[in-house]
């Protein structure tokens, strides 16, 4: 598995008087298959995952995924690292499903006919064959978080990061989510709300006030998030 | 709501089978054509050559229907003024060159895919890279063009139901102010998700 390095990695938002701190010195190394991270709303988390491809580059500290740093060498770990977010209409670029899916092939050194085989396995992989030619926008919610997957799995990259990918979701397509994510062979980071989505989980990482509280197994890590939710 | 701009349907039409290329060079030469010659024949001609395409591609008549109503509320109006303060034969041409190319417009996306002509795109803006201009760029500005058409008509539906829900019936600022705020968050996700993907790279 690939190695995520954050040391000594503090952000804020905002400027002047309205400068709020997010991340306080944060220092870990994920090296585990399933990294789950839970937290209040505001206490960092998603801050955290988006240090891991670059998409924040972080006010102080550095983040390496395998030796490479997410600022100088931004572009190779964003091949190396997919991102999937909350809302699947955000990410959807192209107007229909295979589309999109070929979508985040186009920048890559691949044949038009291994773009399109790829495309077809990733469709047949994770149930859209039906849908090639569907508009995505008329997708139902978790059909749509399973395009918005399949389009950063189809680029195969060796860690996939993803923020509340359940949120919008109902039990249904919630579980649907989870059933892919459960036969990834990829490295794993996830940010839920849902705790039962953690089972099996490796480790996971409690985050509260911009810090990491708790850094345990799924079970000591949930009852201590839930016992700090209580107050 | 009425959907400007259709997506690909499937087909194996010659229409679909036709390069999409060829289908934009036809696009381009009729908007160049109906721009100098629009009398009421020339531009019944026209009508009734994009209506054959459509019966050759097999299109379903409720598409063509409502691309048709989804136009009449511009075009209705257009026909009016121009008969009044010019003439007859003035409207039919200027609103009939205008409801073809829309239609002849349909005609291509509904039959071409995407990414069919994004590729035609970049390979005729590949001129633009010795300005530094990068054409892969160019054909993703196409291809959000036509995704956000369908995104933002969602959000507008939302900001509406919203809308009545609160009682607030026709309140055009109640309805552009949401719109706006929420198009820019969503431009803004897109964006990071766009640099999440690699398009930045």
């Known amino acids: 598995m690939p190695e995520i390095r954050v040391a000594s990695v503090s952000h804020s938002f905002g400027d002047g008087a309205a400068r709020r701190p997010v991340l306080r010195d944060v220092d870990v190394v994920l090296t585990e298959h399933r990294i789950g991270i839970v937290g209040a709303n505001g206490s960092g988390k998603s801050t955290f995952v988006r240090l891991l491809n670059g998409l924040i580059r972080p006010d102080a500290g550095t983040v390496t995924v395998d030796g490479r740093d997410t600022v100088k060498d931004g572009r190779e770990v964003r091949r190396r690292v997919g991102f999937c977010f909350t809302d699947p209409d955000a990410q959807i670029v192209m107007p229909t499903v295979a589309e999109d899916i070929a979508f985040g092939l186009r920048r890559r050194d691949l044949s038009r006919a291994e773009r399109e085989e790829r ?12 849908h090639a030619d569907h508009p995505a926008h008329l997708l139902s919610g978790g059909q749509k978080q399973l395009l918005a997957l399949a389009s950063v799995l189809v680029t195969e990259p060796d860690l996939l990061v993803l923020d509340e990918p359940t949120t919008l979701l109902d039990l249904r397509n919630a579980a649907m989510v ?11 980071v996830l940010v839920t709300h849902h705790l039962d989505l953690l089972d099996g989980f490796d480790r996971v990482l409690v985050f509260d006030d911009g810090r990491i509280v708790h850094d345990a197994g799924p079970a000591e890590a949930v009852s201590a998030y839930r016992a700090l939710a209580a107050g | 709501m009425p959907n400007p701009v259709p997506l690909y349907l499937p087909g194996d ?3 679909h089978r036709l390069g999409a290329g060829t289908k934009l060079l036809v ?12 009398s009421p024949w020339q531009v019944g001609v026209a009508l009734a050559l994009v209506l054959f395409g459509y019966a050759v591609a097999r299109l379903p008549l409720r598409t063509l229907l409502r691309q048709v109503v989804s136009l009449a509320w511009i075009a209705v109006p257009l026909l009016v003024i121009q008969w009044i303060f010019a003439s007859w034969e003035i409207g039919v041409g200027v ?7 829309v239609l002849l417009a349909g005609l ?3 039959t071409t895919r995407t990414t069919a002509m994004i590729d035609v795109v970049v390979r005729a803006a590949g001129w633009l890279r010795r300005l530094g201009v990068d054409p892969e760029r160019v054909g993703l500005m196409l291809a959000l063009g036509i995704r956000s058409v369908h995104v933002v008509l969602g959000l507008a539906e939302e900001v509406r139901e919203a809308q009545y829900a609160r009682g607030l019936r026709a309140s055009p600022r109640a309805f552009a102010v949401p719109l706006i705020v929420r198009s820019l968050r ?6 990071e ?3 999440a993907r690699g398009v930045d790279d």
């Open chain 2, 95 to 101: 609103v009939g060159s205008f409801v073809t190319l």
């Open chain 2, 13 to 15: 039409s010659v229409v």
């Open chain 2, 193 to 195: 998700a766009l640099t």
């Open chain 2, 27 to 38: 696009l381009l030469t009729a908007g160049v054509a109906l721009a100098l010659w629009r």
């Open chain 2, 186 to 191: 969503h431009a803004d996700r897109l964006g």
């Open chain 1, 119 to 130: 495309t077809r396995a990733a469709l047949t992989a994770y149930g859209l064959d039906g």
């Open chain 2, 108 to 110: 291509v996306t509904l």
């Open chain 1, 178 to 188: 989870r059933r892919v994510v459960d036969g990834l062979p990829q490295q794993v």
